[in-house]
Structure formats: C-alpha cells, structure tokens
C-alpha cells in the first residue's frame, strides 16, 4: 500500500508538472494584437496610435484620435520547434537511456483581432476591442516514447476591452479599462509502460485513459490603465500598466492514479501584470523613430493549486522583458513602410522543457501601409522569430527521464483593415 501511494503520488506530481509548465511558460504569452504592430517589432505600440488597436496597449492613446475608428485583422503564428538529441530513459519499459528521433512539434495558430475607438467629444474617448495576449500549442507524434513530458498543449485566451480615455489638456491624456479575459486549455500527457505499471500495482482498478486529461475553461476580470505625454505634434511618450488576474478554470480534470478524477475542483491560474513605456519621436516629414520597453510579471508563478487546496506544482520563474527599437517611413500618400527589432527575455530559469521550449529570443519586423483612400487603409506585416539552443533535463521523481536539445523559432504574418468614419 506505501509503495502504491508513493508512485501515484509521483505519478501525479509528474503529470501535473510537466503540463502546467507548459502551458504558462513564456512562450504562452502573444505578441499579436495588430498586424501595424507585428511590421515594426511593436516598437513604440502604447503610443504611435495609427490605428484603432492602440487601445490593446494603452487606453490613453484613444485620446490621439478625433474620429471614430475601426480596425479589424488576423496574425498567423507558424512556429518552428525542434526537439533533438532525445534520450529517454524509463526503467519500467526497459529503456536505458535510448535514442529517441527528433521531434518537431510546432503548428499554426490564427489570432482575430477587431477595434473600435469612438470620441464622445474634446475630452472623452471610449472604445472596445476583441483579441488575445496568451496562446500556444504544441504536440508530440503519438509514438513518442516519452509522452508523459511531450503529449498536447493547447492553451487560448479571448480578451475583451472595454475602455475610456480623458484629455486633462494638450500635453495630458489619460485613460483605462476592464479586460474580461476567457481562457481554455487542453493537456494531455500518456505513457504506455506507466499506464501498465499502474494497472498491475493497482490490481487492475487503476482507471483506464490517459496519465492526465484536462479540458477545461474559466472567465476572470483585469483592468488596465495608462498615460500620454505630448511633448508637441512630433514628440510624445506613453506608459501603461495592465492587471491581469488568477483565472479559475473548470471542466474534465483527469489524473491516472485511484480516484483520478479532480473535477469536482477549479484549477487556479494567475496571468503575468505587464507594463509598457514607449516613445514616438517623427524627425521630419518622411522618417519617424519609436521604441518601446515592456515588462512581464511570470514571478507571479509560485505555485499552481486547485480551489481544494491541492497543491500541484512549485516554480522558480524570472519576470521577462522585451525591448524594442523601430523605424516608419512615410514614402508618400499612398505608401507607409515600417521595421523593428526587438529582444525578448525567457521567462524559464531553473525549470526547462521539451514541452513548449523557451529562450531568450530575437525579433526582425517589417511591414507596409497601402493607404486606399484618405481614410482607409490595408497593414501588412511579418517577424521572424529566432530563438536560441537549450539543455534540457526532465526528470519525474526516479521513474523516467528525458534529455534533450530544443530551439523555438517561428514566422508571424498580420493583415489589418483599418478606417476612420
């Protein structure tokens, strides 16, 4: 009975740590609310406000705008993840430190997004928009030995905004906003040998499926808030701070020990606070300079536990950041060209995995807009997203381990349709 509590309680905490890194590593955050954005690196975002989608960064920013406006688009992320030099090893099938074949384990996501920015008049603006901050998905091939650390990962958050800016005067705007953030996740994690072993310690009671199945989802609250700085026409500056809550989600929670099944619980889920300062400085008629510096809380993570008090996993995560540096060029009245780079911070420190890989990370924009009259446009723009190598060693409790060499790389396409009324 003591070895059988032992290894359904390894089993557990195996389970649960190998999904619930994965699904809130740093790469489950979106840098995707706007194509304009995606062409520059989202250089200067929190205060440029060429198009509606402002709004997604800082809420002060609508008050830049003296008409109303509408933006609607969709960011497509093709990511390129590489998992190689695997060895497994998993005493209980017989594999002593095997080889295992590469992995590639990336996939396309789609990311909506539409905005709506409305004056009410000189002082107040309001608006609503409709996108995302989080999302990632990943899957191994269901022959991959070590699934108990590779599986499916598959995690989306929709954000509404809901938000209101006020002019204090001509230098000073200020504004903020609800976020009503819903959020889904699928994970699931098998591993034949473990599954049989289980059977066998159980007598043959141990319930059948995989080592763990989750699909579950949730609703949670934030609000944002910000400020813009005019210093005159050419010159100003922006900052925002957004909350973002724990999100309780709820559904089918399934672990493969006795009495597996934990759905009767909401598994508690804190979201990243972000900040952003940027800076937009036009130099002359034809060439402007932004550039934009964000924090991203993922310290926050200290643990992750249901509403009963199970305690699943600890973390060890360092807060991210992201700088960013680009370019616009007004060719002409049709014609607008844009470029950005920016470096972006793993979130991972102590903790890696084959799951969804992190690293520090290198971002090179670039986009254009084809004004098609005075007031309408179409935005275009891609990054590719370079990512760096990195060791990694998973291990659960003494049953099995997986060494591995990762890398993340990834290309992101945006088209934007954006009009003033």
Avoid: C
């Amino acid at each position: 009975m003591n070895k059988k509590r032992l290894f359904t309680k390894s089993m557990v905490a195996l389970a649960v740590t190998v999904a619930s890194q994965q699904a809130m590593a740093a790469g489950f955050q979106l840098n995707a609310q706007s194509a304009t954005g995606l062409g520059r690196a989202f250089a200067g975002d929190a205060v440029i406000a060429d198009n509606a989608s402002v709004m997604a960064r800082n809420a002060a920013a609508m008050s830049l705008f003296d008409k109303p406006a509408l933006s609607l688009g969709i960011n497509a992320i093709d990511t390129d993840i590489q998992v190689k030099n695997i060895k497994y090893t998993n005493p209980l099938s017989g594999n002593l430190n095997s080889s295992q074949d590469d992995q590639s384990i990336g996939d396309i996501s789609l990311v909506p997004n539409i905005y709506y920015i409305h004056p009410l008049n000189e002082k107040w603006t309001v608006g609503a928009g409709l996108y995302s901050n989080f999302g990632t998905k990943t899957e191994f091939g269901d022959d991959f030995a070590g699934n108990e650390y590779g599986g499916l990962t598959d995690v989306k958050s929709v954000n509404l905004a809901l938000s209101t800016s006020y002019r204090i005067n001509q230098q000073w705007s200020v504004g903020g906003g609800l976020d009503v953030i819903y959020g889904t996740g699928k994970l699931q994690r098998s591993n034949k040998s473990i599954e049989g072993a289980l059977d066998f310690i159980s007598g043959g009671k141990a319930p059948k499926g995989q080592l763990l199945d989750v699909d579950a989802d949730g609703i949670a609250l934030g609000w944002n808030v910000g400020t813009v700085f005019e210093l005159n026409e050419n010159n100003r500056f922006g900052l925002s701070y957004r909350y973002s809550p724990e999100l309780e989600a709820e559904g089918d929670m399934f672990f493969k020990t006795d009495g597996g099944n934990i759905s009767d619980e909401k598994l508690k889920m804190p979201l990243p606070d972000m900040a952003e300062f940027s800076g937009y400085h036009r130099l002359n008629q034809q060439f402007a300079v932004h550039y934009s510096v964000q924090w991203i809380g993922w310290s926050a993570f200290d643990k992750l536990e249901t509403t009963g008090g199970r305690e699943l996993n600890s973390y060890n995560w360092k807060d991210g950041w992201h700088y960013a540096l680009g370019g616009t060029y007004y060719m002409n009245n049709d014609w607008t060209l844009r470029a950005g780079y920016m470096y972006d911070t793993s979130a991972q420190d102590e903790k890696t995995s084959i799951s969804v890989p992190d690293s520090d990370r290198q971002w090179f924009s670039g986009g254009f807009t084809y004004h098609l009259d005075s007031k309408s446009n179409i935005d275009f723009g891609v990054t590719y997203l370079v990512g760096k190598d990195v060791e990694v060693v998973e291990n659960s409790t003494g049953l099995s381990q997986v060494s591995a060499t990762t890398r993340a790389n990834a290309w992101l396409y945006g088209v934007q349709y954006s009009r003033s009324f």
